[in-house]
C-alpha cells in the first residue's frame, strides 16, 4: 500500500499497478502515478497542458497556411 503525498491517504492499493501507470486518489482526487514499490507520485499536470498547448499551434499552422494559399490564389487572378 501506498501514500498519497498530497493528502496522505495511506490506504493506495498499488499491487496490481506497473510502474508508471496513473490512478486517482480516492480520498482527495489528485492524479497520481505509479513509481514502483509501494511509491506513487502526484502526476505532473504539465505533460497535458504541453500536449494541448502543441496541438493548439499545429491548428493555429495549419490555418495559417489555408490563409497564404488562400492569398497564392487571389494573387494568381489576372484582371482582364
Known amino acids: 500500500m501506498a501514500t498519497c503525498p498530497e ?11 506497473e510502474e508508471g501507470d496513473e490512478l486517482s486518489c480516492p480520498e482527495c482526487g489528485k492524479p497520481l502515478v505509479y513509481s ?25 499552422d495549419e490555418d495559417e497556411e489555408d490563409l497564404d494559399d488562400e492569398d497564392d490564389d487571389e494573387d494568381e487572378t489576372v484582371d482582364e
Do not use: M
Not at 493528502?7 to 499497478?17: I, N, V, Y
Not at 505532473?44 to 493555429?60: C, F, G, I, N, V
Open 36 to 60: 514502483g514499490g509501494d511509491n506513487v507520485e502526484v502526476a505532473d499536470d504539465d505533460d497535458d497542458d504541453d500536449l494541448e498547448d502543441e496541438a493548439e499551434e499545429e491548428e493555429s
Open 7 to 17: 493528502c496522505d491517504f495511506a490506504e493506495l492499493e498499488t499491487e496490481d499497478f
